[in-house]
């Protein structure tokens, strides 16, 4: 019978194979104590198994409260725990109840963190992934592979009214923006309802797009409870908008999954709350196994914060993640990694050097919206930065090259 | 305009009123540059608002990684802010959104943890609550007010058959049970599919209302995609059962909001992965913010661990959400608190005598079915010690007076 698979890294102040042995046993069996009915045969077909342990370190203070113990040092460790695809088949809340339920409970552990999981070939059979992902919605935006896509957000995020927020659609894409972006924080509100915000932002780029052939990508932020979803989904779609963005940690997997299962609009996956999750170094979800969930659900952009952010995310964590939403998973080649977070351009360089990739989409808020320049000047220095990343440039060289591009290292850097 | 407030703890290593500023612009203006377009007036209407700020005290070393500033120590202080319920109507997502959002990335906190929320009188015109509610779920179950519930899980989590299980059910429901419920791990296993047990179960169930009168409330996990569980819904329904079990964070808020609605079934909300979001001190949510933001979706019955669990969670912590099921919100009195983890019956002394409430699912697991007189002797035991903590003895007089509790206090004391 095909298993799973998830590796998690651990501290413990018990023998690390012991806790093992708990971690499994809570997430297979599920009780303090011995039960009747729990014979030989049910625990092989149905128990959890250590699969693999691999020692990191010890350390003198636990990372988290749990069970102290004097005189004791805390392991680190590596554990791989695997179970039966009997026991939850394709049901993927449960699947998620098992790789992240009771066990961050547990006292034998002072630190707990789901790293990645591994999912058998018969998957395949029962999820066929993002309707678009990563190429997909590159060609929606009509952009090659070539460059990343460029792509701003609408801020201040809350109170602008639809009429402002279609002027400034227009200028960014007279500038060549690709993507714009509703904020998280705004989806339906006192002066921006969401059914005249899609009407007007639609007309500016439908005219656009007949125009020059380019339709600008615009996600809507969708948000809100089914019947609140199902209806905005609805509105954008006849409006002949490309896609739509949901906070997917506030929406859940079960409500992100039906809307994706729509298939008319690349989906445009926000993870706020993601630093809840995060953030402690044991505690919580990476992200290779985050994602994961999500490309089931069939997400087919991920949020993955961007090099020297203005969050708390290291860089080496930003690689990883971009890495990780270009890694295949079941039947789907690659989503495409949102770039984000306190970018201007000036990231470009690093970003373009530790990835080697352009199918990305880089998206600057401020960076664009304060230019000196205004909007068009910074979306134009996006441009500047990104070619000139690819071209083996250095943002020295192209800040004196471009007139742009030079007044937002004067400005941001 | 009416104005929502949350309840956050922090830690920072700048000045408070300053970290609370920042809090309050990321999760409205949600930049890091000043923008065009972000008038005094917007501002005014949109902008999020510090109401309070309360110093709780100083500690030299961070609550987990964030700015570090060299010679710095780091202020721990509850801070109050609010939004205008304009920012995003009755859009509960959205809401979840601002009040736990992106905030949590921020590195100017080394601690950040939404600790409670009040939502404006308006919200009772859109949100009915809890179908059932505490009263609801305890007369589906016929039980009065003057006890608790006495439930238990099966377990092995995964593995028994729907037979297997349809017989203790019989044997638990002629020793007094009033609930049961399938483990989170389970939803349909492969030798145990959703259907068959419905049936199995509920022909043992039935068949006893029929000679007793009593139904016996039993939980089945309904969990999965939206499809999966409309399906097992109406299966519980039609088979005439009276609850279904939901892992609500591993569904998220939308999909579990859509199923309550459906308003035939008491929902039993599994909060698996709870240790996740609150396992940390100065990291993710509280349980009143927590419990409000599921009891707006409409959750009957929301787990809240027990005292002297087998987890981390302390006794006081314990003790509060008890307290804030309890507590009236919007249009619903009381949800009911679902005791369990590591129960046994001897708890149920220092839980009276905390909470003085008996309007509790009170739940033990390998404490009803590991114990020496069999489940049904498992099942007396409890309600010997919940008859007698109301009545004000104690545990060793209770041991003394009643068999099957005097053998539990032996077995598991």
């Known amino acids: 019978m095909e298993r799973i698979q998830a590796t998690y890294l651990i501290e413990t102040p018990y023998k690390v194979e012991q806790a093992a042995a708990v971690l499994a046993g809570e997430q297979s069996s599920g009780t303090f104590v011995s039960v009747p009915g729990e014979t030989d045969e049910l625990k092989t077909r149905f128990a959890a198994r250590v699969e693999a342990i691999e020692v990191l370190g010890e350390v003198s203070a636990p990372s988290m ?3 102290i113990i004097d005189n004791k040092t805390y ?15 394709y049901n993927i809340p449960t699947l998620i109840s098992t790789l992240q339920g009771n066990l961050y409970e547990l006292r034998q552990f002072t630190g707990l963190k789901l790293d990645d999981f591994e999912l058998p070939e018969s998957y395949k059979n029962h999820f066929k992934g993002p309707n678009f992902g990563m190429k997909g919605t590159k060609e929606l935006a009509s952009v090659g592979l070539e460059r990343p896509m ?7 995020s809350v109170g602008l009214t639809p009429e402002y927020t279609a002027n400034l ?4 894409a007279e500038a060549g923006i690709d993507f714009v972006k509703d904020d998280e924080l705004l989806a339906s509100s006192g002066n921006s309802p969401f059914a005249v ?3 007007q932002i639609m007309k500016v780029i439908n005219d656009f797009a007949d125009k020059t052939g380019k339709k600008i990508m615009y996600a809507f932020n969708i948000t809100g409870d089914l019947d609140t979803m199902k209806t905005n989904y609805d509105t954008v779609v006849k409006a002949g908008g490309t896609c739509a963005m949901m906070s997917i940690n506030s929406i859940g997997w079960a409500g992100v999954k039906q809307v994706c299962d729509f298939g008319e609009l690349s989906i445009h996956g926000h993870r706020n709350g993601w630093g809840m999750l995060n953030r402690h170094p044991l505690l919580g979800i990476n992200f290779p196994a985050y994602n994961k969930i999500w490309r089931l659900a069939g997400v087919d952009q991920m949020h993955v914060n961007g090099i020297k952010n203005k969050f708390w995310e290291s860089d080496d964590a930003v690689v990883r993640s971009i890495k990780s939403c270009h890694t295949p998973f079941l039947n789907n080649e690659s ?4 770039v984000s977070s306190g970018q201007w351009g000036g990231q470009a360089f690093e970003t373009y050097k530790r990835t080697q990739t352009t199918n990305l989409l880089y998206m600057a808020g401020g960076g664009i919206m304060a230019h000196p320049s205004g909007p068009a000047g910074g979306v134009r220095a996006l441009h500047q930065a990104w070619d000139s990343a690819v071209k083996g440039m250095t943002l020295e060289e192209t800040a004196k090259q471009y007139k742009e591009f030079g007044e937002s290292v004067v400005k941001f850097g």
Chains 1, 2 share one sequence.
């Open 65 to 67: 409260p749990g069970e």
């Open 75 to 89: 392991t680190q460790a590596k554990v791989t725990v695997s179970w039966s695809v009997e026991n939850f088949g």
């Open 150 to 156: 460029i792509g701003t957000i609408i801020k201040p």
């Open 169 to 172: 659609v227009k200028t960014l």
């Open 197 to 199: 915000r899609v009407e």
């Open 335 to 338: 989503v495409i990694p949102v």
